[in-house]
């Protein structure tokens, strides 16, 4: 059985003068992550070890490459009757052709407030849907070499990538004023 999925949006933003690096180059770095990682799937617990590693979120946009494949057979609206998880979620396809593994799967919530809020009005709960993230390290274009020929550099980078949606307390607005506590007395 086949599905077909929705239209997705992508956007390149790479320099004209960065180039990719050849077949045979790009083999070669996909061949020694995954020797290193020992799959071609990053794992979940980069967390539990000390890191020098940069974040996805450091990496200039110029050297993102984001499209976003959504699933029509998966439904995204919030149910109308309470669920078993007060948080539903689904899956979006991540696509980046500057990243290995250049596909990962994205959780998107469902609803923005939690099922657990039954009886109170919209908008007024105290508890909100979140993404839950976990950071795998991938490899990623950091930069071009300075080279002639300017190819692309791949770096490991931890990735952000949403694992599922959790019920939350809102962050509440604060009421403290922007002056020091001697103003405000």
Known sequence: ???????????????????????????????????????????????????????????????????????????????????????????????DDNRIPKMLLQAKCRCSECSLNYGVNKGESIFECSEVFYYPLVMRVT????????????EEVLESVSAGCACKRKRMKSKMSSGSIKDRE
């Open 1 to 95: 059985m086949y599905y077909v999925a929705a239209p997705f949006v992508f956007a390149i933003a790479m320099p004209l003068t960065c180039k990719r690096p050849n077949k045979a180059t790009m083999r070669k770095i996909k061949s020694d992550y995954i020797i290193k990682r020992g799959s071609y799937f990053s794992d979940s617990f980069n967390l539990l070890y000390k890191h020098n590693k940069r974040t996805d979120r450091q990496i200039p946009a110029e050297f993102k490459s984001n499209r976003t494949l959504n699933f029509e057979w998966i439904p995204k609206m919030c149910p109308l009757e309470r669920n078993d998880n007060p948080c539903p979620h689904y899956y979006a396809l991540d696509v």
């Open 143 to 154: 930069k071009c070499s300075n080279e002639s020929d300017s190819r692309m550099q791949f």
